[in-house]
């Protein structure tokens, strides 16, 4: 049997979620090789999910460099799940700690022109995009700046 023939509802959200917490956990804790073992696993039960592809970016950082974990998030760029706001937002923080700054804001500007709401992955977007320009002077090309939310 071939990867896709498990994943259609093996695991609940909520699975994924708690699976998710520990391979993060285990790769705070310094244990790369179970958290790289989690995530596999639940990137063949749960492709659908971003955490997956996120644990397994967070794990190659931890025993690599900035450039390993964009580059395991662009590889799967052509997967459905990068359309989650989840990914893109990891995507556009990984690009960030690679020195690739551009590239970075693009990904948010690109996520942020496309999706609309108050998710935290919406609102985490739209301050880094923030962040960018006001620190960093990282204006992508036809950028609109999120507006300032007003504080009262």
Sequence with gaps: MT???YHSNALSATEVQLLGE??????G????????AIFEGLRILRPDQPLCLIGLAMSSLETGSPQDMAA??????????????EFQVFLAMSLFAAGRRNESAGVLRNML?????????LRL??????????NYHVIPPMCPLPEQESEQ
Aim: charged fraction near 20%; include cysteine; charge should be neutral.
């Design 3 to 5: 990867d896709a023939g």
């Design 22 to 27: 520990i391979g993060l956990m285990a790769c």
């Design 29 to 36: 804790a310094g244990n790369t090789k179970a958290a790289r």
């Design 72 to 85: 395991i998030l662009l590889e799967s760029g052509h997967l459905p799940v990068a359309r989650h706001a």
């Design 113 to 121: 022109s496309v999706e609309q709401g108050e998710s935290p992955a």
């Design 125 to 134: 977007a739209r301050e880094l995009l923030r962040t960018y320009v006001a």
